[in-house]
């Protein structure tokens, strides 16, 4: 339940206003924390990660223009997307950002969120599903796991994505690499229409808007320059596809401090028989 938000009196007014819409607020939050001194916080809105502090460094960003108030997806952390990666057949980046998860396990390190068809997703997507986020603060580095199940007697197919936003000083730094990206054709969003492109190197900076989806480029992506030392993304799991965005020279969305690399499911759909599942495993290892 979230509790309203008290709305101060701006200015007196000399002919009557219709009264503010009350926005709710105070969205519902889990805090994870370990012995060393790190720690995570989780929105169940979205089960969006929106902080992970390792060594005295938030290694995510959230957005400058981020509403944490329930009205729109949370820009920042790790949003979750799914059952559709971008725009398509129903709201961008599907649903699963935009709903409250249950929390169905708890500890001081761990969280175990999952969230269900409700009359809301059947009415824009007709399938019967179960997923499962479990996000863990490990010693040395945090865990995701997450499990779709298809729980309808009908097949259902989805694509989705951990559009992650990792906070940097400064974006004009960063370097992103992994050995796949080299000679990898990945679709160039920022084109109109998009079109495939070869990457001739193995690292990605930035210095422009950037919108890449490399198909296939999976494994170990390392961050480099955002912060002292080096941040590798571990995507051991499923997620077949990396997904680069920059809203490069966007102040308002603050593009010089963070720099989304996601792991993706996004080129290829993956299809579920009925009580078949998928997994996805991302580790966040600063
Ligand atoms: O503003 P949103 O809906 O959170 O999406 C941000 C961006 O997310 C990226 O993953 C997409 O590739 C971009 O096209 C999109 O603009």
């Not at 329930?70 to 129903?90: D, E, L, V």
């Amino acid at each position: 339940m979230r509790a309203p938000v008290s709305i101060a009196p701006s200015s007196l007014r000399m002919v009557a206003a219709p009264a503010p819409e009350l926005v709710e607020s105070a969205l519902k939050t889990v805090s994870l924390s370990n012995a060393a001194g790190d720690s995570v916080t989780v929105y169940t809105f979205g089960a969006c990660i929106t902080s992970y502090v390792k060594g005295g460094t938030d290694v995510l960003a959230v957005r400058p223009d981020a509403k944490l108030d329930g009205s729109k997806p949370i820009s920042g952390g790790i949003p979750f997307c799914w059952p559709q990666f971008g725009p398509g057949a129903i709201q961008q980046h599907g649903f699963a950002r935009n709903l409250d998860w249950t929390v169905v396990e708890q500890s001081d390190s761990k969280v175990v969120m999952e969230l269900t068809e409700s009359a809301y997703t059947m009415d824009m997507w007709p399938h019967a599903f179960k997923l499962q986020y479990s996000v863990t603060l490990e010693d040395d580095r945090l865990a995701t796991d997450f499990c779709v199940t298809n729980t309808d007697s009908k097949p259902l197919s989805f694509t989705g994505a951990l559009h992650t936003y990792w906070s940097c000083d400064d974006i004009d730094k960063v370097a992103i690499k992994a050995p796949a990206f080299a000679g990898a054709t990945y679709l160039d969003k920022m084109q109109s229409p998009p079109a495939d492109v070869k990457s001739a190197s193995d690292t990605i900076s930035i210095g422009a808007p950037v919108d890449s989806v490399y198909a296939g480029v999976s494994g170990d992506v390392v961050l480099e320059g955002a912060h002292a030392s080096p941040l590798t993304i571990k995507n051991s799991v499923g997620w077949s596809d990396t997904v680069v965005w920059s809203p490069y020279g966007d102040e308002g969305m603050g593009y010089k401090n963070f720099v989304c690399v996601e792991s993706a499911q996004a080129a290829t759909p993956v299809k579920l028989e009925p009580g078949e599942y998928w997994t996805g495993a991302m580790e966040v290892v600063p």
